[in-house]
């Protein structure tokens, strides 16, 4: 599975738009990109996922690039409730499901 | 129910115990997964089951065993552990052993090995 390259933390405003980077310059054709995050001491949580078409779903917006290399995760309205690890995951079509858990972006978000 | 449920919460262990963690799910998922996490780490895959067998074994030391009774039950056997051992250990399911379903984690089972 392509690796991912993820900021090490970010801070947001709360109410604006957070928007995080996710490179993933190896993937392959057949590679989804995934995104997750973990608040602190709890299992980690699908946040969306999408190959080659930008994707929106009640908590966030996708956006993967044309030559989809990189992607970035938009919360578009963040709440203090959105402070977590982020973590970008390049998954396999054939694969058993597994996911490589890079170190992900710690998001705070601040009054 | 889209839950997957993990027991105990809390687990301490000797090293000379053995002990299991149970995670069950209910989603009709056919796919589950043994994750370990450390302290400030990502979790690292360890064991990832596909239909009830065992597919995937991240060259996971033998004192770890483990088990998938049924398609909604996974247990992981404990044995003789160490202290650097103890860490968050993660189930997870996914719908479909390929790539293209997200996976539920269950919230976890920490482990303090003393």
């Known amino acids: 599975d392509a690796k991912t390259t993820q900021p090490t933390s970010m801070d947001c405003a709360e109410g604006r738009a957070a928007n995080l980077p996710c490179n993933h310059s190896t993937i392959s054709g057949n590679e989804y990109v995934y995104w997750y995050r973990q608040i602190h001491s709890q299992g980690p949580q699908y946040i969306i996922h999408?190959?080659?078409n930008n994707e929106t779903n009640e908590m966030a917006s996708l956006i993967i690039t044309e030559d989809r290399k990189s992607s970035t995760l938009i919360l578009p309205h963040a709440t203090l409730r959105d402070t977590a690890v982020y973590y970008c995951i390049v998954i396999r079509n054939t694969n058993a499901g597994k996911s490589t858990f890079g170190d992900g972006t710690t998001l705070t978000v601040k009054p | 129910d889209t839950e997957v449920t993990q027991t105990p919460k809390h687990l301490v262990m000797g090293m000379t115990n053995k002990k299991s963690l149970k995670c069950e799910q209910h989603m009709g998922h056919r796919a589950m997964y043994w994750y370990k996490q450390k302290a400030k780490k990502p979790p690292e895959l360890m064991f990832v089951y596909s239909y009830e067998k065992l597919s995937i074994n991240e060259s996971v030391p033998s004192r770890f065993s483990p088990e998938c009774p049924n398609s909604s039950l996974l247990n992981l056997h404990l044995h003789a552990l160490q202290p650097e051992d103890s860490a968050l250990y993660l189930c997870?399911?996914?719908?479909?052993?390929?790539?293209?379903?997200?996976?539920?984690f269950g919230q976890g089972t920490r482990l303090t090995v003393v």
């Open positions: 999408g190959l080659k």
């Open positions: 997870a399911s996914s719908q479909d052993p390929r790539g293209n379903t997200e996976a539920f």
